[in-house]
C-alpha cells in the first residue's frame, strides 16, 4: 500500500502523473494530532532497493515546485502537488519521500517503487 504512518502523522501517495517534461507527486499528510506539525523539510532522493542509503548510492531529487507550500500542517487532510523535472528509477532503485519535523522527532520515510513512477498518468 501507499501509506506510512507514524506518531499520528500519515502519508499517503495519491497519484503519480506527467506532463511535458515534468513529474507531479499527489500525497496527502494527515495530522491526526492536536500539535501542528513545523516542517523542516520535504526531501526526496532516490536509493537503492532496499533501501540503504549510504552516499554513493543515493542521488537527491531537487523539488522544483511545492504546491501550497506549508510549512506548517495543521490538524486534519493536508493535499500537497510536488512537481520536479522529468526524472525515472531503475528497476533495482526506489524512490524515498522524508518528511522532517522542526525542533520534533515525528520524522516519517516513505517508499515509492519504480513501477508507480513508470505508471505515470497523463495530467489533463
Do not use: H, W
Not at 28 to 55: E, L, M, P, Q, W
Not at 75 to 91: E, Q, R, T, W, Y
Not at 95 to 119: A, H, V
Request: proline share 2%; no cysteine; glycine share 4%.
Amino acid at each position: 500500500r501507499n501509506i506510512a504512518t507514524y506518531k499520528n502523522i500519515k502519508v499517503i501517495l495519491r497519484g503519480v502523473y506527467v506532463q511535458e517534461n515534468k513529474i507531479y507527486l499527489l500525497m496527502r499528510i494527515d495530522n491526526n494530532s492536536n500539535i501542528t506539525y513545523d516542517v523542516n523539510a520535504y526531501k526526496f532522493y532516490i536509493t537503492n532497493d532496499k533501501g540503504i542509503a549510504a552516499s554513493e548510492q543515493t542521488i537527491d531529487l531537487p523539488i522544483e515546485q511545492i504546491t501550497p507550500d506549508l510549512k506548517v500542517l495543521p490538524k486534519g487532510k493536508n493535499d500537497l502537488v510536488f512537481m520536479f523535472d522529468k526524472f525515472s528509477v531503475g528497476d533495482d532503485k526506489q524512490l524515498l519521500f522524508e518528511l522532517t519535523e522542526k525542533n520534533g522527532d515525528r520524522n516519517i520515510s516513505f517508499k515509492i517503487i519504480s513501477s508507480l513512477i513508470d505508471q505515470a498518468q497523463v495530467y489533463k
